[in-house]
T-cell receptor, first 116, second 114 residues
């Protein structure tokens, strides 16, 4: 079974600075997908970024980018120019490339605090 | 607007009193699932459904039931709730082959069992 580990329960960053959230995973599969979801205080789960394992290029969405190291099974999220609205719980998640009927395996989450 | 709707958003109940959390999606998605979120554990899948009348257990199914009689609805049933089912619950939907793995989540239901 796949596992996802987020080793940083909490992180903090100053507004306008850059922060990196860590995620490692364990799998024997070669085809899979990785995600970062954001959960603000409203509890809504918001997709931040998505990475296909077969793509070597790291995904980027505006101020959010990932560092995907397939051999090391590492998938970190970098937030540049941090804003107050980035404060939230962030979850790393794994999805098999095969049929899994919509199952995501989540990490424990990292609470990000943004200081003005 | 594409959405997943859960009700109720908040519920306090007592041990043993049956309750149902409803979930409805308007995107014609085949896959639907329920997750629970607990501190330090992230989200864990309770049950999932591949289509109408087809459901199966996820990672933490004990104490829960589901049904899928219509494509848009996937209620979560707690026949005899216990305090260890106090949690934040999410319903999610997705479609096979389209943006694989991307789930659409409801807004969550905070359940407290006394």
């Amino acid at each position: 079974a796949q596992t996802v580990t987020q080793s940083q329960p909490e992180m903090s960053v100053q507004e306008a600075e850059t922060v990196t959230l860590s995620c490692t995973y364990d799998t024997s599969e070669s085809d899979y997908y990785l995600f970062w979801y954001k959960q603000p205080p409203s509890r809504q789960m918001i997709l931040v970024i998505r990475q296909e394992a077969y793509k070597q290029q790291n995904a980027t969405e505006n101020r959010f980018s990932v560092n995907f190291q397939k051999a090391a099974k590492s998938f970190s999220l970098k937030i540049s120019d941090s804003q107050l609205g980035d404060a939230a719980m962030y979850f790393c998640a794994y999805h098999t490339g095969g049929t899994s009927y919509g199952k995501l395996t989540f990490g424990q989450g990292t609470i990000l605090t943004v200081h003005p | 607007e594409a959405q997943v709707t859960q009700n109720p958003r908040y519920l306090i109940t007592v041990t043993g009193k049956k309750l149902t959390v409803t979930c409805s999606q308007n995107m014609n998605h085949e896959y639907m699932s329920w997750y629970r979120q607990d501190p330090g554990l992230g989200l864990r899948q309770i049950y999932y459904s591949m289509n109408v009348e087809v459901t199966d257990k996820g990672d933490v199914p004990e104490g829960y039931k589901v049904s899928r009689k219509e494509k848009r609805n996937f209620p979560l049933i707690l026949e005899s709730p216990s305090p260890n089912q106090t949690s934040l619950y999410f319903c999610a939907s997705s479609s096979p082959g389209v943006n694989t793995g991307e789930l659409f989540f409801g807004e969550g239901s905070r359940l407290t069992v006394l």
